[in-house]
C-alpha cells in the first residue's frame, strides 16, 4: 500500500538555461507533481522537452529558478544518500572489477569488509551476474554493464533510484530482459523510482504513471495511470489494455511532435 505522503514533490518549478546571446531559455515551466514512497514514474516527452534536466534537479545536481524541489519534504541543495542515479551510458569504473564496481558507493559511505562483501554479493546476484565477480567492464556486454550499474546503485540502498534512459543504448531483446528484471527487483523492496525514457512499451511495462512533458518548455500535458495486475510478465505485453495505454502515450506524444512541427514551420 503506498504511502499518500509525497516522497518527490515538484511546486510551480521553473528552469532556465543561459543562452549564447545573453538571454535565456525557458526549458522547464510551472512543474507540479507530487511521487508517492514506493511509487514507479516515468518521464516520457518530445527529445528536448527537459525530462534528463528534471531528474538532475531532483538528484541535486543542477539548481533550479523558481518554485521548488522537495525530497521528504524538503528542499533539494545537492546530492543525497536517500537518492542514486543510474545512466544511460553506464558510467563504470573501467580498471575496476564487477565486484569492485558494485562496492565503489560502499567504499564512498565507510562500508567495508565482511559487510560490504554480503551485500555487494547479494546485488550481484539479485542482477543476474553470478559467476562475473571478476570481470572488467570491456569483458561484457552492454546489458551485462547496465546490470554492473544497477547492482552499484541498488547497493547503497537509496530510497529513491534515479534512471536516465538506462536501456536505452541496449538492443530491443536486452531492454526487454533488463525491463523484466528492474520489475521484479522494484516488486522486492518497492523503491521510489523516477525513470526517464522515450519508449512508450517500456513506460507502460514499468510504471504505476507515466508523466507526458510537453515540447519545450516543458510542461505536464498529461498524467497517465497505468492501471495493469502486477507483478509484469512477459504476457501483459500482449494484454488489450497494455496495447491500449501503449497506443493512447503514441498518439498523444505524436499530436504534440506535429503541432510543435506546424508552429516551427
Not at 122 to 143: A, D
Not at 185 to 214: G, P
Not at 232 to 257: K, S
Request: aromatic fraction near 6%.
Amino acid at each position: 500500500m503506498l504511502d499518500n505522503s509525497p516522497s518527490i514533490q515538484f511546486r510551480d518549478l521553473v528552469k532556465r538555461y543561459g543562452s549564447e546571446g545573453g538571454g535565456s531559455l525557458l526549458v522547464l515551466d510551472e512543474i507540479n507533481l507530487a511521487i508517492r514512497p514506493g511509487e514507479f514514474v516515468s518521464l516520457i516527452g518530445p527529445s528536448g522537452c527537459g525530462k534528463t534536466t528534471l531528474l538532475k534537479i531532483i538528484d541535486g545536481l543542477i539548481p533550479y529558478d523558481a518554485g521548488d524541489a522537495l525530497v521528504d519534504g524538503k528542499p533539494v541543495t545537492g546530492p543525497g544518500p536517500e537518492r542514486a542515479v543510474v545512466f544511460q551510458s553506464f558510467a563504470l569504473l573501467p580498471w575496476r572489477t564487477v565486484r569492485q564496481n558494485v562496492a565503489f558507493g560502499l567504499e564512498l559511505r565507510g562500508i567495508k569488509g565482511a559487510e560490504a562483501d554480503e551485500i555487494v554479493d547479494r546485488y550481484i546476484t539479485m542482477v543476474g551476474l553470478k559467476g562475473f565477480e571478476n570481470h572488467h567492464p570491456s569483458q561484457l556486454s552492454g546489458g551485462m554493464q547496465q546490470r554492473v550499474g544497477l547492482a552499484r546503485a541498488l547497493a547503497v540502498n537509496p530510497r529513491i533510484l534515479l534512471m536516465d534512459e538506462p536501456f536505452g543504448a541496449l538492443d530491443a531483446q536486452t531492454r526487454n530482459l533488463l525491463q523484466a528484471d528492474l520489475e521484479r527487483i522494484w516488486e522486492a523492496d518497492q523503491k521510489t523510482v523516477v525513470f526517464v525514457t522515450h519508449a512508450m512499451d517500456e513506460a507502460v511495462f514499468l510504471s504505476d504513471r507515466v508523466v507526458i512533458l510537453s515540447p519545450r518548455p516543458g510542461r505536464i500535458h498529461e498524467i497517465v495511470d497505468i492501471d495493469l495486475p502486477r507483478p509484469r510478465g512477459e504476457e501483459i505485453r500482449t494484454h488489450p489494455r497494455f496495447v491500449e495505454l501503449t497506443q493512447h502515450i503514441w498518439d498523444v506524444l505524436r499530436g504534440m511532435i506535429v503541432r510543435d512541427q506546424e508552429v516551427s514551420a
